[in-house]
């Protein structure tokens, strides 16, 4: 069974940096694209970024771009994302997904794997 695990969330400053992870295993299998979404409480789940399989196509959220940069290395099947200047805004819960079909999309849907994932919590 595909698995994805988060990690490297936790409690920061505002204007602080994380990175996450997001790790893939289980069976073998390649070509998909991975997006990160995120909800905050009270929210609904939104999307973050996403990334196709041969990293050359991105795509981010408005209120993310310039500030979070997403990247993978499929050599280790992990998709990161790095996060500069977080805001107390950015505080939520980060899910890493993996899309079958390669699309870079914002769309939940279309995103056929979910990690569990992690708590990012940005103080003011």
């Known amino acids: 069974q595909v698995q994805l695990v988060e990690s490297g969330g936790g409690l920061v400053q505002a204007g602080d940096s994380l990175r996450l992870s997001c790790a893939a295993s289980?069976?073998?299998?390649?070509?998909?694209?991975t997006g990160w979404f995120r909800q905050a409480p009270g929210k609904e789940r939104e999307f973050v970024a996403a990334?196709?399989?041969?990293?050359?196509?991105?795509h981010y959220e408005d209120s993310v771009k310039g500030r979070f940069t997403i990247s993978r290395d499929n050599a280790k099947n992990t998709v990161y994302l790095q996060m500069n200047s977080l805001k107390p805004e950015d505080t939520a819960v980060y899910y890493c997904?993996?899309?079958?079909?390669?699309?870079?999309?914002?769309?939940?849907?279309?995103?056929?794997?979910w990690g569990q994932g992690t708590q990012v919590t940005v103080s003011s």
């Open positions: 997904a993996a899309d079958m079909t390669d699309q870079v999309v914002d769309t939940e849907g279309t995103y056929d794997y």
């Open positions: 990334i196709s399989w041969g990293g050359l196509r991105k």
């Open positions: 289980g069976p073998t299998f390649s070509g998909y694209a």
